[in-house]
Each structure stands twice: as structure tokens, then as C-alpha cells.
T-cell receptor, first 114, second 115 residues
Framework: AQSVTQPDIHITVSEGASLELRCNYS??????LFWYVQSPGQGLQLLLK??????LVQGIKGFEAEFKRSQSSFNLRKPSVHWSDAAEYFCAVGAREYGNKLVFGAGTILRVKS | ETGVTQSPTHLIKTRGQQVTLRCSSQ?????VSWYQQALGQGPQFIFQYYREEENGRGNFPPRFSGLQFPNYSSELNVNALELDDSALYLC??????????????FGPGTRLTVL
């Protein structure tokens, strides 16, 4: 079965510090990988995606993520966090072989301290 | 370009009632997917509609049903509501061919509370 693990439920970083959110997946197929962000009471906003090609992908708001096939990981990074980045972040995986659904991780809540 | 919209924003129902949630897809998108997000969890796939036909379903009972209209808007219907149906219901639209995973863009969600 397909699964996505986000090991960190909560992460707190200081404003201006770097950030890395972890995502590991278990999929029996070539995955399509996504990161979404959700502010309280809101829908999901797409940050970035990986389908193929260069394993380091750039997204909006200064975020980037690196696909590492050998580690089944797709970690999200940002070199300098802003207070407005406080939100919940979801990693999601899809694959053509499993139809059109996205499987989401449980999310990581990011807190930014000033 | 208009994004994904959902209505209503909030809804309160009692156990046993029926509810209909609505979604308008992003301009140019022909596929709509529905997800349920319980409190403190990630979204879970309910089903997807492509060109008015159901095109994949998650592990949800038949009392969860849907429709897609010729303009690609969609409805999610839930019959015989249970307390555990309380959640944020998210609609996502995408564009592409059936069987392909394309980027899904989400609406703001409908918060359903079942009392």
C-alpha cells in the first residue's frame, strides 16, 4: 500500500533560521511528489512539485525540495524562514499506476519564533 | 484566472441528515477530486470525477456519492450523516487525461460539523 510519512508533527524555528521538513514515502511505482501548505482554516496551496528530471525543484515563497530516490525522500527546505511561513505543511504522493489520487502525510506544523 | 471555489464555507447538520457540497473547478480544468480532512490529519481521497464519470474512489462507503456537470463543476453528497463525518471537505481540480496524475489545485474547503 502507498504511504507517506512526515516524521515531525511540530517544528519550531527562529525567524531567519533555515528549515528542513522531512517526507518519506513508500510507493511501488515511480512517484509524483508534491508539497502543499495550509494556513489555519484554509485550503491547500501548492508550493512545488516533482514529476521527473532535475531532482532539486524550486517552488514559491523561496521553498525548494530535493527528491532522493535511494532514500525514498522528498524533503522541503528554505534557507531563511519568515514569520509568515508559520502554517501546516503536507507532503503528497501520486503515481500513474495508482490512478489519480494523492496520498498525503499527516502534516508538519511549523511554528516561527521571533 | 478563477481558482477553485467551494460552497458553503461552513455547514452544521445533525446525525442522519443528508448534505450536498459544491465545487467549481478552476478555469480550463476537466477533473475534480474530493478529499476529507479530519481534524489533525492529512486529507484522504474520497473520489474523482473526469468528464462526468467517476474515475477512482478511495475507501469511503457508498453513502458518499458525487456528480460532475458538463461545466466540470461538481457536487459531493453524503447521506445518513455520522458524527465521524465532521471534517473539512476539500475539492481539487486538475486538467489532463483519465488515468494520469496531474497537479491538483485545491479550493478553500467546506467545514462540515455533524451534531
Amino acid at each position: 500500500a502507498q504511504s507517506v510519512t512526515q516524521p515531525d508533527i511540530h517544528i519550531t524555528v527562529s525567524e531567519g533560521a533555515s528549515l528542513e521538513l522531512r517526507c518519506n514515502y513508500s510507493y511501488g511505482a515511480t512517484p509524483y511528489l508534491f508539497w502543499y501548505v495550509q494556513s489555519p482554516g484554509q485550503g491547500l496551496q501548492l508550493l512545488l512539485k516533482y514529476f521527473s528530471g532535475d531532482t532539486l525543484v524550486q517552488g514559491i515563497k523561496g521553498f525548494e525540495a530535493e527528491f532522493k530516490r535511494s532514500q525514498s525522500s522528498f524533503n522541503l527546505r528554505k534557507p531563511s524562514v519568515h514569520w509568515s511561513d508559520a502554517a501546516e505543511y503536507f507532503c503528497a504522493v501520486g503515481a500513474r499506476e495508482y490512478g489519480n489520487k494523492l496520498v498525503f502525510g499527516a502534516g508538519t506544523i511549523l511554528r516561527v519564533k521571533s | 484566472e478563477t481558482g477553485v471555489t467551494q460552497s458553503p464555507t461552513h455547514l452544521i447538520k445533525t446525525r442522519g441528515q443528508q448534505v450536498t457540497l459544491r465545487c467549481s473547478s478552476q478555469s480550463g480544468h476537466n477533473t475534480v477530486s474530493w478529499y476529507q480532512q479530519a481534524l489533525g490529519q492529512g486529507p484522504q481521497f474520497i473520489f474523482q470525477y473526469y468528464r462526468e464519470e467517476e474515475n477512482g474512489r478511495g475507501n469511503f462507503p457508498p453513502r458518499f456519492s458525487g456528480l460532475q456537470f458538463p461545466n466540470y463543476s461538481s457536487e459531493l453528497n453524503v447521506n445518513a450523516l455520522e458524527l465521524d463525518d465532521s471534517a473539512l471537505y476539500l475539492c481539487a481540480s486538475s486538467s489532463g487525461l483519465a488515468g494520469n496524475t496531474y497537479t491538483q489545485y485545491f479550493g478553500p474547503g467546506t467545514r462540515l460539523t455533524v451534531l
